[in-house]
């Protein structure tokens, strides 16, 4: 948001330092980007064009004889070609220092000499149009310095950083209001008196049939309207405040937004049927034209401007339609100055991508209250601009919705004090408040008082907030620092401690945390062989390849393993941990989001996700349980499993398909283990008491066994066998070797344990680790169709 001093001025008597000024505008949350005095232009003076004439040596160039004054006319080589014989331009002569640095002097272009420069408005910093020399109106008196006939000398611009909680700000009023408060000068939004003629009564009508879309819509006809050109001094402010002139119409509209903050519209009133406006929610499957000719598909939630047909003829709050365009041949236009609901706005002008200086106003909210000011303002700024006046005819059409009730907030003196780490006295507050347009009443108690929010501070609707706007008009710098003091210490929750222990797991085991990217292209699901009905698309994407958000952490982490198997690392061992997301059903229209964890290790079987996973259960003292499912989406075949905590499913594990792996160009297997990490960590959090108990200062003895069992058996089946019957002498187990060879009968593979055996309070026998070892041999053999291998 830029402001002009000289505007400022408008509404409060603002004087002083325009750097402390830019100091005050900062501190009251308006941070002040730049602040640039205007330039004199020394040397840059209105000169009339003479003569016109091509360049005898260059085609792109033409001759142009300026004169300034009673002058002779000086020659000049130009590259521009939107002059006429008797145009006013801004001449910039020579020795004049322009405002990039660049001095003009004499040369020669082409064999042909030329005695100083005609300039465009961007190069005299005036606006930003590159494309032709700025024309002048006739007024001007030529030979006068350029700035002072534009009545610009000594004026100051400030580019100020609104942030979204200050919609009042998003106007030169607003800015007023605010610096005006901090200066202790009056500050006041002028009435403008407007003559109207006749009746507005089958003219022009408005119906709402959403009253929460639209809590406020107001209008006004107009006719004997001459579409032309702005005056000087408005064009120059809209440039400077980074709005392009267009003609007198539109220059009007846009400087009563840029003034009080309030986006209007014009409709060509011959377009609009005994214009009649509507305005409703869109219908699915609706569309429009909009005034940049394209056509737009609307969606049951888009709020919609329609005539007497019930045909849109705008997109309410973001743009007008194409149908009812202003044009040159325009003479009676229907001006609408309306509020709509913040969130309608936001999400239809997201959605269409189409984000303007008006869709920027409605999203933060606008004030309802001064639509029938804004509109007086609107007609009495376009009946000075038209040549012979206009005609306003009848009186202010204005028609409620459902406008926001008022709101009184109870205000403790003693709270605010506490929050901003100062006494304030009751008084103090009213004489903070009250310049900014908060009313404050007294109550029955000395530490309350009752402020009622101004309409223009949608965003204002707690004490908190009523503190914040004490705290900057009092000065945040004159607050002094406080360290609050607080009875808790900081401290991790459980949630925090776990995923910090489990970090700790995973890097233990050798494994590198990687952070892919959360995006995906709507490909790279189907790349990694996954089973997703409708994955959660971004309405705005940055680029087709990051519109998709990712329903698992497997492409991510695939992708990051492909890329170190380009650079010939083939021992990448990563995990990950970050949510996951899939398509809603209800009606927030909000994606679930649930936390996982993942493993990636190539070069390695599904047996290294299980021991990873091993390590995970025995740091957080849970029972994981695996099933063999055949077909997991991703995973080989035969080579997956699901994993439990009870009748909890928590996720998977396996080596991924290899069919997969060839799609992501890497060679070797890769073991994959996935978790739902949200449910591990509520699982483990529930998890008793640990129990310890003493260690053995006894001997232990190894025994290993081998066994044939069927692919259909898994390895944690058997060892769960092995652990029921080895029972309390039982200090380890673990699978250390799985076996395939033709020697063995098909479908049959051999799993090897090693199992440590001691006691608590004696050396073990032979004979007793014997009658431990025969116990495990014939519990997994009754078990299971399994087999002691010799």
Known sequence: MKVLLSWLREFAPIEGDPYELADHMSDLGMAVEETRILNPLEGVVVARVADLRPHPKA???????????NGDPMQVCCGAFNMSVGDLIPFATIGTVMPDGMEISQRKMRGEMSNGMCCSAAELGLGSDHDGIMILPEHLETGAPLMQELGLVGDILWDLEINPNRPDAMSVAGVARDLAARLDVPFEIPEWKVPSSGAAEGLASIQIDDGVLCPRFTGRVLRGITVGKSPLWMQMRLTLLGMRPINSVVDVSNYVMLELGTPNHTYDLSLLPNGHIGVRRASDGESITTLD???????????????????????AGVMGGASTEISDTTDSVL????????????????????????????????????????????????????????????????????????????????RISMLLGRDFSSEEIRNLLTPIGFDVENTDSQDVQLVKIPSFRPDTETETDIAEEVARHYGYGKLGTTIPRSPDAGHLSPQQKLRRVIRQVMTGAG???????????????????????????????????????????????????????????????????????????????LPLETEHLAALISNADAFAATSLLKDLASTLKLEFQLTNVDGLAGLHPTRGAT?????????????????????????????WLNLRLDLVIEAAISVEGVSYQPVSTFPSSDVDLAFAVGEQVQASEIEMTLRKAAGEELQSLHLFDVFRSGQLDEGVRSLAFSMRLQAKDKTLTDEEVGVVRQRCIEAVENAHPASLRA
């Open 59 to 69: 085609d792109r160039i033409q001759l142009v004889d300026v004169q300034i004054e």
């Open 293 to 315: 000719d394209q056509e737009r598909m609307l969606q049951p939630n888009d709020g919609l401007i329609v005539n007497e047909a019930d045909e849109p003829i705008g997109i």
């Open 511 to 589: 494994l590198i945390e990687a952070m892919p990217n959360p995006f995906l292209a709507p490909d790279d699901i189907t790349k990694a062989a996954l089973i997703v009905e409708e994955p959660v698309r971004l309405l705005n994407p940055l680029a087709v390849e990051e519109s998709v958000l990712r329903p698992s952490l497997l492409p991510g982490l695939l992708t990051a393993v492909a890329y170190n198997y380009s650079h010939r690392n083939m021992e990448a061992k990563l995990f990950e941990t970050g949510p996951v997301f899939e398509a809603s059903e209800d009606s927030s229209g």
């Open 643 to 671: 994993i439990n905590i009870g009748d909890i499913e928590v996720g998977s594990l396996g080596e991924v398909d290899p069919a997969v792996l060839r799609s992501y160009e890497i060679e070797d297997r890769c073991a």
């Open 335 to 414: 001006v609408e100055l309306a509020c709509w609901e913040p969130q309608s706005i936001a999400r239809t002008s997201q959605r269409l991508g189409l984000r303007s200086e008006a869709s920027a106003r409605f999203e933060r909210g606008t004030d309802w209250q001064i639509n029938v000011t804004a509109v007086q303002r609107f007609c009495h700024l376009l009946n000075e601009v038209t040549p012979g006046g206009i005609e306003i005819v009848g009186e202010v059409l204005d028609v409620a919705g459902t406008t926001p009730d008022s709101i009184s907030v109870p205000v403790r003196t003693s």
